[in-house]
């Protein structure tokens, strides 16, 4: 007995467009890629991969081949196209990032499918997996944010190195005296153990606290603070800090207050896009 399959082009393709567009939106939720006209990207990627793919399976009868062209030449190509190259590195976690959510979609549709005996559920899992992505990842880096709230950090100011406990605070917006640049505090025992001299001194800004109304705070630079990450450290060369009052620090776990600015900054270290 022969079984022939019918394959109707134009139906393979926008089911795998759509299947991909899913696949490549969530991918980019996981990866909190901050790239502009990121849904442009994704479209135009799942089109010209869905391209690829349907042209590979109608001249090619060999049905290895096809697998091996279409996950190793036309999703890199889309991974590349909406993520693009920063390193491989970063190339590769997008690449598996990809394959896991599609292994997830894919296993999912068949299953639901098979026990259900219900045909062409793609769309309907596709539109259901990017809306409810939207909300479990958001409260997972919610989650994620609170559990960093507390971080470990190294300041060096010449030979000097203090390892501390800081918070990362939302309401520390202060900048230095150019309006720019961010401002930490320290308390007064990781200052003396850095050794600021007043050679160092760059200029003095007004802020508020909470209970004490205004103050005039004398901003310092010193060479360099380091935040160690997940996978690698994020540097912030000549940052300013402060010398706070000990009521700011009186009865804490921490020694260091970083600004507000700080998060942005390891957010793009962890992003996985540029």
Request: aromatic share 10%.
């Amino acid at each position: 007995m022969v079984t022939i399959y019918v394959v109707y082009a134009d139906v393979f393709y926008l089911i795998h467009v759509f299947m991909n567009l899913c696949i490549l939106m969530i991918a980019t939720k996981i990866s909190r890629c901050v790239r502009k006209r990121l849904f442009l990207r994704c479209m135009g990627a799942a089109l010209l991969g869905s391209l690829m793919e349907t042209t590979i399976l109608l001249n090619l009868e060999n049905e290895v081949l096809y697998l091996l062209i279409s996950h190793f030449v036309a999703i890199p190509l889309m991974t590349v196209l909406v993520f693009g190259w920063n390193s491989f590195k970063l190339f590769f976690q997008n690449t598996l990032t990809g394959y896991g959510v599609a292994l997830i979609l894919g296993g999912t549709t068949e299953a639901l499918e098979n026990t259900f005996q219900i045909r062409n559920l793609q769309f309907f899992i596709g539109v259901f997996a990017v809306l409810i992505s939207d909300k479990l990842l958001h409260r997972f880096y919610d989650d994620m944010k609170k559990r960093r709230t507390y971080i470990e950090v190294e300041l060096k100011n010449k030979q000097n190195k203090v390892r501390a406990l800081a918070l990362l605070d939302s309401g520390n917006l202060l900048k230095g005296p150019d309006g720019k640049a961010p401002v930490h505090f320290v308390d007064e025992k990781v200052w003396e153990t850095m050794e600021i001299e007043e050679n160092q001194f760059v200029g003095t800004v007004g802020y508020r606290t909470l209970g004490n109304g205004k103050n005039v705070a004398r901003v310092y630079g010193i060479d360099e603070l380091t935040v160690p990450m997940k996978s690698s450290q994020v540097r912030i060369k000549e940052p300013y800090i402060v010398k706070a009052e000990r009521s700011l620090f009186r009865n804490k776990r921490y020694s260091v207050i970083l600004n507000s600015q700080m998060e942005e900054e390891m957010n793009q270290y962890e992003n996985k896009c540029i």
